[in-house]
């Protein structure tokens, strides 16, 4: 078992940026994938990108691609999110996840280790 903590989030104008962070705990075995979703209010909770831990293969949901960029450290076992040309939609609450596989998968139901969230609000 994986725990998994964001931290990061805050207020920003639009075109702004951020830098989340997830902490993990727990052993990370070089198969796990992790990934970043997100859920607006009212909405449902959306992929938004996913890296392999063992040789950094990325995906991105289009809505965040050339803008977010997500990458981690196995240093001291941590995923990042930086945010950039933030917009007033990207306003969500931002969870971690985490599971093991190799396939870089979109899919919530996929991810079993999960985060409390942090939260990202986009003022225009």
């Known amino acids: 078992q994986v725990q998994l903590v964001e931290s990061g989030g805050g207020s920003v104008q639009a075109g702004g940026s951020l830098r989340l962070a997830c902490a993990a705990s727990?052993?990370?075995?070089?198969?796990?994938?992790m990934a970043w979703f997100r859920q607006a209010p009212g909405e449902e909770r959306e992929f938004v990108a996913a890296i392999s831990w063992s040789d950094f293969r990325t995906y991105y949901a289009d809505s965040v691609k050339g803008r977010f960029t997500i990458s981690r450290s196995n240093t001291n076992n941590t995923l990042y999110l930086q945010m950039n040309s933030l917009k007033p939609e990207d306003t969500a609450v931002y969870y971690c996840?985490?599971?093991?596989?190799?396939?870089?998968?979109?899919?919530?139901?996929?991810?079993?280790?999960w985060g409390q969230g942090t939260q990202v609000t986009v003022s225009s």
């Open positions: 727990g052993r990370i075995f070089s198969n796990y994938v």
């Open positions: 996840a985490a599971r093991v596989g190799a396939a870089l998968g979109a899919r919530q139901l996929l991810y079993d280790n």
